[in-house]
């Protein structure tokens, strides 16, 4: 295994000192066409790229009326939404996620190229949607130019680098909800600052029955900041700074006092309350030129929550009594190091792309009132190729490979990876492609995985990186205002690292290694009617499934059980009329399974759903009114054995002010 290591890093090396005797890569010109980035670590046409691909413009995103990343992801076709908090906000550990094509925790999320992950979570629901230049979503496997957790897709966000006008923005709204910010800079610069608040209290859970007693959770005062930092030193040296919190307050309080119930409680009594604070610094500064680019980047994420306990229940005796204990946790998670590649042009059909990579990663936790002190780090390296090649106008073939290794680990938990990927790209003329890959995927264990000890959680220093295939068929289609994909897909994932809940002998959870398997289809159309209209619509269907070998979970040994989503549908209409603009977009989940500590449960469809307004009288002013959840419904939208529900609809008036 170390030869092969070695040899990967070295044939790397040999090939990126080599740039003396290729061609210097050309600089393409797309004109008006759509160019993705992420998908080859290159600009690509979204036409000609083997892959299920998303790609959201700041334009876009504005006529949305999204708040932030996660609003504008959770309505894209193929993702489903996994929210735990009111608003995208946070409880501790128990972060928002977007599941691409069923598979969960399998979803790298980078900010401008650099994964913004803390040991395996991400905090997209503090990124202010105004600080965003595009999105840019991979959907299947990336593993092999990215890394783990890059199984199911990968998420980067470009963040603005400059600004057409300066602007100042406040907003009000229902549930006592208010925001403001500003955006200000050049053509070289750019400081976006915004905060948002909503101040209503709401109940954002099912109630909980205990002892004879009706337990529910209250949520108020959550709140969102993020500032945006970038710009260029020179035509060579971009860099980039992005701070976000995501704060909120959680109360657990005596709703109802039933037949059995014994304790010294009444119904308002405060059972205990929390304060969950996120907070994440993520900074880069990027060499670039027409062949190279070199990231250099140091993420620094804090997670701290404090409380009081007001009461405690015992399950032998099945009686209330007074707690008054404190409550407080707090953690660090820290990533620094460097991400380099290299094109070159081999031949006039032939482009490579090659380069390493390697960071250090950290755990922290803190001596508190509910843990005890704990640090774990480890060193991931990675050496990576692809070669892009054209046998003839029609045909095009891309090959790649990573090899992924871990040093320095706990107890000496090191891993390493080797994948391959492959696809054939037929192009039926310039706007009209089919194509075919396979892809190898992997995702390593994080330190907290195998080691975090607290108290819901039990550590499994036993795990297994997950190791997996992605299969894909698709067909892409850009014809004047349409824009048509299609995309057939299976992934099969063995030993995918899952938390599993557990009853006895205490409620706990434990990451156990599980197989995944998932077989779908999207399609999705966009058209751009002219002047005036605009549409998109999709449908996924598809059947994600995992397999226990936990006995007392499963009635069988060895059974396939659903989970997640099965069908999605989503939709938007645009209309725009002289200085006025309307934008609606919902997306529709149903044959949904949550996860039990029994065999998993179906669960009610969720219906997301936005109108947005924007009126510019004139060059300086704008004036807008988002409505979210426009139907008000009280939609369950997590996938774990806890029902969390969305907030209710949600009016905001905003004022913009451009010099």
């Known amino acids: 295994m170390k030869n092969k ?10 090939v990126m000192a080599a740039s003396s005797s290729v061609l210097a890569a050309n600089v393409a010109d797309f004109g008006d066409e759509e160019v993705i980035v992420t998908a080859n670590r290159t600009e690509k046409k979204d036409v000609d790229i083997a892959a299920g691909t998303e790609v959201v413009s700041a334009e876009k995103i504005k006529e949305m009326g999204a708040s932030s990343a996660m609003d504008v992801l959770k309505k894209l076709n193929g993702i489903q939404y996994d929210c735990i908090g009111n608003a995208n906000s946070n409880m501790g550990t128990m972060t928002n996620d977007v599941i691409v094509r069923g598979y969960k925790d399998g979803t790298l999320v980078m900010i401008n190229g650099t994964p913004m992950e ?13 600080n965003i230049e595009r999105i840019e979503v991979i959907k299947g ?26 602007s100042v923005t406040f907003g009000v709204g229902n549930r006592s909800a208010y925001n403001y910010g500003v955006n200000v800079g050049d053509d070289r610069w750019h400081i976006g600052y915004f905060k948002s608040m909503l101040g209503k209290k709401h109940d954002q859970c099912s ?7 009706e337990l529910k959770y209250y949520t108020y005062d959550l709140s969102k900041e993020n500032l945006n930092i970038s710009g260029s030193l020179s035509d060579m040296w971009d860099v980039y700074y992005n701070f976000s919190e995501n704060m909120g307050y959680y109360d657990r309080s005596f709703s109802a006092i039933n037949a059995g119930y014994d304790g010294p409680f009444n119904v308002g009594d405060r059972y205990q309350t929390r304060r969950y604070d996120t907070i994440n610094h993520n900074m880069q500064a990027v060499f670039h030129d027409n062949d190279w680019k070199v990231s250099i980047f140091n993420n620094i994420n804090f997670i701290e929550s404090k409380g ?3 009461a405690s229940y015992s399950s032998k005796t099945k009686k209330y009594s007074y707690s008054n204990k404190d409550y407080h946790t707090r953690e660090k998670n820290t990533s620094y190091g460097v991400d380099a590649q290299k094109k070159w042009t081999l031949s006039d059909a032939t482009r490579l792309v ?17 843990g005890t002190s704990s640090s774990y780090d480890r060193n991931v390296w990675a050496a990576f190729a692809q070669v892009d090649h054209d046998f003839d106008a029609k045909n095009n073939v891309t090959f790649g490979a990573r090899e992924t290794w871990t040093t320095g680990a706990f107890r000496d938990q090191n891993y390493s990876n080797f994948s391959m990927s492959g696809s054939w790209l037929h192009k039926m003329n310039e706007e009209n492609n089919l194509y075919v890959s396979i ?8 330190y907290s995985e195998m080691n975090k000890d607290s108290d819901f959680a039990i550590p499994n220093p036993n795990l297994k990186p997950s190791k997996g295939i992605n299969y894909e068929i698709g067909w892409k289609q850009n014809h004047g205002s349409h824009t048509w994909k299609a995309a057939l897909f299976h992934i099969d ?3 995918n690292i899952t938390a599993t809940w557990q009853t006895t002998p205490t409620k706990q959870y434990q990451y156990n290694n599980v197989d995944f398997r998932n077989t779908g289809i999207e399609l999705s159309c966009r058209i751009d009617g002219g002047d005036k209209w605009s549409y998109n619509y999709g449908i996924t269907w598809q059947h994600p499934q995992s397999r226990s070998d936990n006995a007392k979970k499963l009635t069988m040994m060895n059974e396939w059980e659903n989970c997640y989503g099965r069908l999605q549908l989503d939709g938007g209409i645009g209309y725009r009329y002289k200085k006025f603009k309307s934008n609606l977009n919902f997306t529709y989940m149903c044959s949904r399974y949550q996860s039990q500590s029994g065999p998993n449960q179906p669960v009610k469809p969720y219906l997301l759903s936005t109108l947005n307004f924007i009126y510019a009288p004139d060059d300086n002013n704008e004036l807008n009114l988002n409505i979210d959840n426009l139907l008000s419904r009280r939609d369950r939208t997590s996938n774990s054995s806890s029902d969390y529900y969305c907030a209710p609809m949600t009016v905001m008036f905003n004022y913009t002010y451009k010099f």
């Open 493 to 495: 994932v063995k030993d």
């Open 207 to 213: 109630p909980a029955l205990q002892g004879g007693a």
């Open 354 to 370: 090659a380069g390493l990579s390697g960071q250090r990663e950290s755990y922290n936790a803190y001596v508190t009132t509910a």
């Open 439 to 446: 892809a190898q995927s992997f995702k390593m264990p994080t």
């Open 141 to 166: 496997n990336g593993s092999v130019l990215y890394g783990s957790d890059a199984i199911g897709g990968v998420v980067n966000i470009i963040l603005k680098k400059g600004v057409d006008k300066n």
């Open 5 to 14: 290591k070695y040899l990967s890093m070295a044939v790397a090396l040999a």
């Open 118 to 130: 803390y040991r395996g979570k991400y905090d997209l629901g503090s990124i202010d949607a105004r």
């Open 308 to 310: 009081y306990t007001d």
